[in-house]
């Protein structure tokens, strides 16, 4: 029996292929795998109708996006293709309608990258309560002293130049048990609080165990709520509310854990920013226009939310500049998912995925159309 | 019947005390309750001698370090006290033996920290496997952009002077996939690994509670075993250790949650730091001491260490200075228990702790002599 053709385009400026793994080298003993170097789309285009007209597969790689992504390909696919695979979640630059039409298989990571996120998510939360980064610099900054790195506590404004928050006046008189602020913002307990979640897919029922083992009280809003069974086999308990409006006047941290789509733009919005608890803290994993920026800032500043935790950013790759020195808001450049483990696994999925597809006439073990 | 004498010195330079809480107004209802402003120690003494020889409790707050801690005012202590309290956990500047000699019960806070002790330690153990504070210290240095932030993904090495990581040299031919470091370290997540807990106390738990949340599998040891009734009770699983030299072979985070004691001292020492796992993640929430900070900076160096987070240090309230600009280290000026629901709790439990002994005739809730 011949092998099974897949086709993996890379590009020599960015290739995220993990050929070094063992589970690579056994899939090029399985498969008779072709890597195509990218250089111009008509040139892709012609290899897919001459030397590429019988693969059974593609291995997409992140670097078909110096060529647009998969789409303008997906025309040219020579019918043999049953399967395109790639080692990561997002598929907005994959049309999988355009492909299941033409009974092609799109398979994503599924859960791989769940937990990796979900520490993520953990992270900025403890960081949002705690004033963990603005702790650092102070102590970076300082003279190599805890004392020194501790004058701010009891302050009642940030610096707007500096972002720095202003020590109060009377350093050596403040009292911490009566007031543990900086620049005006309390540092609390997650403990005993309650976390709302926007959305408790993969990733959110990841974070909520998290967020469970902190000692917070769960609460979840979500498109299509979850099956009696499926909320009783939850390892923590969670309240299920039907909208994001009727879920956040109840939340002192809210996470939002939601993909890109047309209904989750800007719901931190003017209108929805009205309904939020005084002191709320935010965090966002999910898609970066799930938040209204300018709204956000408004919202910190007056106080009603405390602090804010951001690995996704409305307009990515840039940031807006206002976050750069505000402390009040923990900015992360979008590594939920960077891990050793899960970029490992992560090809151990496409090629598990292939696999099914290919050798077992299987669906694939995650896909997305 | 008189209400029991209750003495809080205070100093006007530095005072925790919570008089604010309602709990307060009711102590004060209930007890006489007489805040004496601490001057000179010979005008403490007289004191005692005099208007306060007979009271029945002392609450100690943080202004009694100012005159040197409580001990060299044991022997000038009433025989009419009975307790006395103080609103956090430590009590090395406490003699409880010779409280005891006298009758006196000595108390503290008990457990009332630990779970936001152990969110710092858990903050520090994601920020040590994901590289988040140099990775945001790299977003906010940058031109507003997650990918300029990015750029030292792949890097080999840190620069000695400044502390940054020198970027790779081909920064567009690198691949994460098969090579995520930032300075030579390896960005890894928590989950499959091993964590081993020095201290398996109530902080101890409440620590190994959250790692086993993120996915890691616990090890601990401990100067006495747990009953086997009580590691059952534990909500995790947990397998002892009889020594931190059998533990530390086998872990890939070590976190130490020992108080300061003769045995702590220097765990991590030039013979042990031979046994620890390759790429090891170090966390210490406990005590500065029970870390040989120079042979630290070595296995960080020469990369038996990956990274270390720590929120106590070996000479504090200074700091060795060659960890202000290091990334593979986390550093905050020991901010386990600040919170302001830890403050609040800190000095309700004092009051309670005097409730019992004086009106119910009781140990006090958290007695430690």
Redesign the interface.
Known sequence: MTKHKVLIPIH?????????LPEFKKFQQTFDVHIEVLTTSENFIHALKTKYNDIAAVWATSSLYKLGGLNPFIDYLPDTVKVVAF?WVGHNAFDGKKLKERGIILANIGDSPS??VA??A??LT??T??Y??Y??H???TSD????E??DS?GSDSFDPKTGEPIPPEDI??K????K?TIGGK???????KVAGLVGLGSIGKEIA??L????MSIKYTKRTPLKPEEEEALPFKAEFYSSFEELIPHVDLLVIAVPHSESTINLINKDSVKLLKKNVRIVNIGRGTAIDEDILLEALDDGTVNSVGLDV?QN??????R???RWDV??????GS???????D??IRVIENIEDVLLHDGPSLSPVN
Chains 1, 2 share one sequence.
């Open positions: 020599p400026d960015k290739c995220d292929l993990a050929d070094h080692p937990k990796d520490d993520i953990l992270l403890l960081a309560f705690r963990s980064s702790l650092e102070a102590l970076r190599a002293s805890i004392s790195a501790r506590f050596k008189h009292n911490l048990a009566k543990l309390t540092l609390d307990s997650p403990a005993n165990k998290r469970d083992a902190i000692g950013f990515e790759p840039k940031i807006d500049k976050f750069l020195n923990v900015i992360l450049p979008h590594i960077f891990t050793v483990d899960n970029f490992r992560a090809n």
